[in-house]
Structure formats: C-alpha cells, structure tokens
C-alpha cells in the first residue's frame, strides 16, 4: 500500500511516497482502509523536524504523519482474555474470552493517531489503531468532514478540562479549527467566552458562541481588561500569544499551552499548563455528535505536499484533508 513517510527534514518537498506492507492488527486493534485524513500544523512540525529538536519526538529513521483520520474498518485483530470496548457501541454484559473488538469490518469510523513517532500514520491507503481510539463515524457526515473532528475536538475539550474555572474563559486563534472548537464547548458549559482573532473573524467566532470579542493586535491584556476588569479566569492560548495572553489572566488564574515550549513563565500565581493530547475514542464519540465539521478543502493524499504549503501560508478556516 502507499504511504506518506518523512526520511529527513526539511520543506514540503522531504514529503516521500512510498510503498510498505500493508499493516495487521494485533490484540485489540482494528485496521482502517483510510478515506480521508485530516491535515493539521503538527504535521507540518514533524516534517520539519520541530518536534523533534524540543524532544517531543525522538531520533527516528522514517516517521509517518498524519493524526486524523476516517474510514472503514477492514480487519479486526484477536484479543487473548476479554473484549476490548469500543466507543459508540454498545457494550455486551457478558465478556467471552477470544472475542474481538466490538468493531465489526465495514463500520465507518474516526479515530485519532496519538503516538507520533511511529512510521505509519493516517497519511496511508490503511492504519492500524488501538480500538480505544476509535469512535463510530456521526452519521450524516462524510468521510471528509468527520476527518477535521478527532485531534481538533479532543485537544479543545481536554484543554477546557484543565482549565478548572466555571468563569471567564478567554479563547486566543478563535476562528482556528482548536480555537473555534474551544469557544463552543466552553459555551455550552454555560462560559463566558470572550474570543481573539482577527477582525474580519469577528461573526464568525460570535457564531460558535462568543459573548465577546477582542481583535488580535498589541496590548491585548489592556482592551480583554477594559471587558473583564479583573481580567479572565482562564486562557486557552490556541495561537500560542503567550505573555499577551497571560496578560489577560487574573492573578491565580488558569492558562493552558498548546505546544512544546510555548507555556509562559506562570506570573502572579497563575496555573501554567499544556494540554498534551490523548486519543480517547470514548469522548470522542460524545464530541462527533456535537460540533461541525470544518473543511477548508480537499486534495488527493499524492498532493500532501500543496496541503502543507497551504498550511503554511495561514489564512486557513479549518483543515485541508487528504483522500488516499
């Protein structure tokens, strides 16, 4: 099968095509013949070697790309004791030894590649995936649109949960793919939410729920503060401002980091913290069957390479997604 590999750093252009044997699932695992996968700016870190400078990803020969991904599950590997659930099924109250995941061949699902310094990612004609990862397909979504939900969702939720605040929340990148997730979960936990991006964004993040709006540019702390006066309970830096954001917290507040290396010194007793994503097929059954998918366009998984130049460039609403 064909594949998407990195074997050195560097531009668009160290993107490789390559031929490897077709993955087997071992005990609790299921294979996916991968329909769409969703493009994302860790990729873009993994190409050029970003992650790996800062430890986030150790030295490796060839590492595969790609997080997202929607399909079909086309084989299901043996589990030795007891059944492995599988989130968005049903769980049987009786566990039989032998028995495979929950997840029959032909299902359509999403799930999410969380383990980075692996070969093979979603960038491929099939993957394999811990069941735990995976979550039946929202129905009434295409492969393409449900391709955008699993890093982008997850990593908004789980952020938010670290953000321990029933208070202010202000949501930094708001018209991004993380950023515009982040602003409608923590709407719908009854949040303020004021949103920063940039102006012509303004109806748009309002449109996830928003209360408030601050346009991206200088001395953000001073005009969220002119809003909330004691400034915000929490930060989810989605665009990764860091001191401008944290400007904007109140003492012993909370602020959540979204990349290696990009957390503030935790001035006047605030709560620094990154959020470091985890693939959880469970909650991320709850997530597809809330949020809007967000497509920014479509290309053929033998145009990665434009995808990560488009990427690039910003400007982006939403993710591109590669089809095999």
Do not use: C
């Amino acid at each position: 099968m064909r594949a998407i590999v990195v074997r050195r750093f560097g531009g668009p252009e160290v993107l490789e095509s390559v031929e490897v044997p077709v993955p087997e699932p071992g005990p609790g695992q299921v294979r996916i013949r991968v329909a769409a996968a969703a493009v994302n700016p860790v990729d873009l870190a993994t190409r050029t070697g970003i992650l790996t400078e800062v430890g986030v990803i150790p030295p490796r020969e060839v590492l595969g790309l790609g997080w997202d991904v929607a399909g079909g599950v086309d084989a299901v590997g043996e589990v030795g004791g007891a059944e492995i659930g599988g989130p968005g099924r049903r769980q049987p109250s009786a566990r039989p030894a032998g028995r495979r995941p929950p997840f029959q061949v032909g299902d359509a699902v999403i799930g999410l590649r969380d383990r980075i310094a692996t070969p093979l990612g979603a960038y491929a004609e099939q993957i394999v995936l811990d069941a735990s990862a995976v979550a039946l397909a929202p129905t009434g979504m295409s492969a393409v649109e449900a391709a955008t939900l699993p890093l982008n969702a997850l990593t908004a939720a789980q952020a938010l949960d670290l953000a321990e605040t029933d208070g202010t929340v202000l949501v930094t990148g708001a018209a991004g793919a993380v950023g515009g997730y982040a602003v409608s979960l923590a709407h719908a936990r009854k949040r303020r939410v004021v949103a920063v991006a940039s102006e012509a964004d303004e109806a748009l993040v309002r449109g996830f729920g928003a209360d408030d709006f601050v346009p991206r540019g200088p001395a953000l702390g001073d005009r969220v503060r002119a809003l909330v006066p004691d400034g915000v309970d929490a930060a989810l830096d989605t665009a990764l401002l860091g001191l401008d954001a944290l400007d904007a917290v109140r003492g012993g507040g909370e602020f959540v980091a979204f990349a290696a290396g990009a957390a503030p010194i935790p001035l006047r007793g605030i709560r620094v913290r990154n959020v470091w994503i985890r693939a959880d097929g469970e909650r991320l059954a709850e997530l597809a069957g809330t949020l809007p998918p967000r497509v920014a366009g479509v290309l053929p998984l033998t145009r990665a390479a434009e995808a990560h130049e488009r990427l690039a460039a910003a400007g982006l609403r939403g993710r591109l997604v590669l089809t095999p």
